[in-house]
T-cell receptor, first 108, second 108 residues
Framework: DAGITQSPRHKVTETGTPVTLRCHQT?????MYWYRQDPGHGLRLIHY???????DKGEVSDGYSVSRSKTEDFLLTLESATSSQTSVYFC???????FGSGTRLTVV | GQSLEQPSEVTAVEGAIVQMNCTYQ??????LSWYQQHDGGAPTFLSY????GLEETGRFSSFLSRSDSYGYLLLQELQMKDSASYFC?????????FGTGTRLQVFP
């Protein structure tokens, strides 16, 4: 959707390697969210941010960290990727949640 | 904690009306929103209810009862393109938490 982009769109990585996903917005929204989506689980909140350097954990935060050094960018890092983190990752912005196109991450 | 319950699947025929329910448990409730997601795509925002009652947007209507912690999405004049997953989400303090979604299949 216009105003929010995620990169990369697809990534394959090996177990144990670090991975960073980027969410960039041009809407100047205060709120940004990272979700993962897996069959049968819907969208589960990993971390969220309510301002620059203001972040908090969601439902499934173990193994993930985030950073938000400026309003436009919200980074999600998997410090040491595991196969259980194979998923589709969505970033969303704003109170109603406008979503990016998603990143399909495969950990082999 | 927070939790939302949605039926996993609903089927209907073209031209019919379908109602998809959502019950929730949360603290700090601000409102209930609805999203549509086609296979392989990103969720897209449909509607938002902060107050009790019915909100109508074209063929889509959404209802909220705060006292019952319950809402529903109503789709009228169903079309084949409405086949998708539909998610409810609760806005609470700084967070947007999603249900597991209802998969709607529309048959000719």
């Amino acid at each position: 959707d216009a105003g929010i982009t995620q990169s990369p769109r697809h990534k394959v990585t090996e177990t144990g390697t670090p991975v960073t996903l980027r969410c960039h917005q041009t809407e100047n929204h205060r709120y940004m969210y990272w979700y993962r989506q897996d069959p049968g689980h819907g969208l589960r909140l990993i971390h969220y941010s309510y301002g620059v350097k203001d972040t908090d954990k969601g439902e499934v935060s173990d193994g993930y960290s985030v950073s938000r050094s400026k309003t436009e960018d919200f980074l999600l890092t998997l410090e040491s990727a595991t196969s259980s983190q194979t998923s589709v990752y969505f970033c969303a912005i704003g109170g109603y949640g406008t979503f990016g196109s998603g990143t399909r991450l495969t950990v082999v | 904690g927070q939790s939302l319950e949605q039926p996993s699947e609903v089927t209907a025929v073209e031209g019919a009306i379908v109602q998809m329910n959502c019950t929730y448990q949360t603290s700090g409730f601000y409102g209930l929103s609805w999203y549509q997601q086609h296979d392989g795509g990103a969720p897209t925002f449909l509607s938002y209810n902060a107050l009790d009652g019915l909100e109508e947007t074209g063929r889509f209507s959404s209802f909220l009862s705060r006292s019952d912690s319950y809402g529903y999405l109503l789709l009228q004049e169903l079309q084949m393109k409405d086949s998708a997953s539909y998610f409810c989400a609760v806005s609470s303090t700084d967070k947007l938490i999603f249900g597991t979604g209802t998969r709607l299949q529309v048959f000719p």
